[in-house]
C-alpha cells in the first residue's frame, strides 16, 4: 500500500473544478491552485460550447437571426429578445405600437422571476437544500405555462418581431397572471421563513467573499454582482427604454457586497417585477401588436447603433454596424455574464474552496451566455 501524499508547508496543488463537475455541469473550468483548501490563484476557462453566435448574426439576415437570441440566456431569452429587436427598430425607423411595448415588458419581466426562481433553488442546492428547488419549480412551472400559451415555447422564445410581436395576449392570459401575482408573493413569504431567515444559510453567505465598487466597476460587472455592492445602476432606470418609464418600481440595492447581499437583491427583484406586470396588466391599452406599416425587407441605413437592456443577469447590449444591406455589416454582442464571471478570479484568492463554490453560485452564471 502506498504511503500518503504529504505536502509542505510551502507547497501547492492545482485543483480543477469542472468541466466535468455538478456546479458547473460540462461548459466551465476553474483551474485552481490550492494551499490545502485555500485557493491561491484562479482561472476561469471558457469555450467549451462556443457557437459563433456574433458570426452568425452577420450572415443570416435580420429576422433569420431573431432565434439565436433566445439561445445565448435560456433562463432570460426574452430579454435577449428584446434587445436584438430594439437596435433594428432603432436603426430602421420601424414605430411599435403601444399595445406590444406593454406585453413585451409584462412577458420579459415574467421571464425574469422564472429565471430568478431557477437561480434561487439551484442556489440553495449547491449550499445542501433540496426542498427550496421544488418549491420554486413549481411556481416556475405557473409562468412557463403562461408564456407557453402564447409564445409557443417554455424556453427557447422567438415571440418578439421587429415592429411587434407573434402573438397576442388574451383573456386568459391576463386572468392566468393576475391569480399568479398573489400566488408569487405568499411564496416570497414562504422563501424567507424557509432560506433567508435560516441560521445555517446566512452563516454559509454573510461576509464570504465581499466585492468592492472597485472591483465590480473595473470588470464592468452589473444586475445584483454590481447592485449587491452598492451600486444603483439598472439600465431600464438609467437608460429607459421602451415602456419602462411609465411604471412605479424600486430598484434593490444592498451596500455589504457579500453573497448574502447579491442573494437579497434578486429575491427582491422578484417583488419589483411583480409590481411591474401588474401595472402592466392594469395599463395595457388595446389596438393592434403589430405596426400598419412595415418595411417588407429589413434593411437599416448605414450606421453605428447600440441598445443597452436590463436582462435578469445584468445590462446586454446589441452593437450593431449597417452598410445598408440586408444582412449587418458587424455585431457585437455585450454579455453580463462575462463580465461577471471574471471578477472571480481576482476576488476568490486567499478564499477557502467551500466559500468559493457559494461565491459562484451568487453570480448567477449561465455559461452559454457567455460562450456565444
Request: charged residues 25%.
Amino acid at each position: 500500500m502506498n504511503a500518503p501524499i504529504e505536502l509542505r508547508a510551502d507547497e501547492t496543488f492545482v485543483l480543477n473544478v469542472g468541466p466535468q463537475h455538478p456546479a458547473t455541469h460540462g461548459v466551465l473550468r476553474v483551474k485552481m491552485e490550492m494551499h490545502g483548501e485555500y485557493i491561491v490563484s484562479a482561472e476561469t476557462v471558457i469555450g467549451y460550447i462556443h457557437r459563433m453566435h456574433e458570426k452568425m448574426g452577420e450572415l443570416k439576415t435580420y429576422p433569420q437571426f431573431l432565434m439565436n437570441l433566445s439561445r445565448m440566456d435560456y433562463l432570460g431569452a426574452l430579454g435577449y429578445s428584446h434587445a436584438h429587436v430594439l437596435v433594428v427598430e432603432k436603426a430602421s425607423g420601424i414605430v411599435v405600437p403601444e399595445r406590444a411595448e406593454y406585453i413585451r415588458a409584462i412577458m420579459v419581466e415574467l421571464n425574469r422571476i422564472a429565471s430568478h426562481l431557477f437561480w434561487f433553488g439551484a442556489f440553495v442546492m449547491d449550499l445542501g437544500g433540496f426542498s427550496p428547488l421544488m418549491y420554486a419549480l413549481q411556481d416556475r412551472e405557473h409562468i412557463l405555462d403562461m408564456l407557453e400559451a402564447v409564445t409557443g415555447s417554455r424556453l427557447t422564445y422567438c415571440y418578439f418581431r421587429f415592429g411587434g410581436l407573434y402573438n397576442d395576449v388574451d383573456d386568459d392570459f391576463i386572468a392566468a397572471a393576475r391569480r399568479f401575482i398573489p400566488r408569487m408573493r405568499k411564496s416570497l413569504k414562504k422563501y424567507r421563513r424557509l432560506v433567508t431567515d435560516n441560521v445555517i444559510f446566512r452563516k454559509r453567505l454573510d461576509g464570504i467573499a465581499p466585492l468592492s465598487k472597485e472591483i465590480c466597476r473595473k470588470y464592468g460587472a452589473s444586475s445584483a454582482v454590481a447592485r449587491g455592492s452598492g451600486i444603483n445602476f439598472d439600465v431600464r432606470k438609467n437608460e429607459p427604454y421602451s415602456v419602462y418609464p411609465r411604471f412605479d418600481f424600486d430598484i434593490p440595492v444592498y451596500p455589504q457586497g457579500d453573497s448574502l447581499a447579491r442573494y437579497m437583491v434578486r429575491m427582491d427583484e422578484i417583488e419589483q417585477s411583480l409590481r411591474i406586470v401588474e401595472q402592466g396588466l392594469d395599463k395595457l391599452p388595446g389596438g393592434p401588436i403589430m405596426p400598419e406599416k412595415k418595411p417588407k425587407l429589413i434593411k437599416p441605413p448605414p450606421g453605428d447603433y447600440y441598445q443597452a437592456v436590463e436582462t435578469a443577469r445584468g445590462s446586454f447590449g446589441v452593437r450593431l454596424v449597417s452598410d445598408g444591406g440586408k444582412t449587418p455589416y458587424r455585431l457585437k454582442l455585450r454579455s453580463p455574464t462575462y463580465s461577471n464571471m471574471h471578477l472571480f478570479d481576482e476576488a476568490c484568492r486567499g478564499m477557502m474552496i467551500m466559500d468559493a463554490l457559494a461565491f459562484m453560485g451568487s453570480l448567477d452564471l449561465v455559461i452559454p451566455e457567455i460562450d456565444r
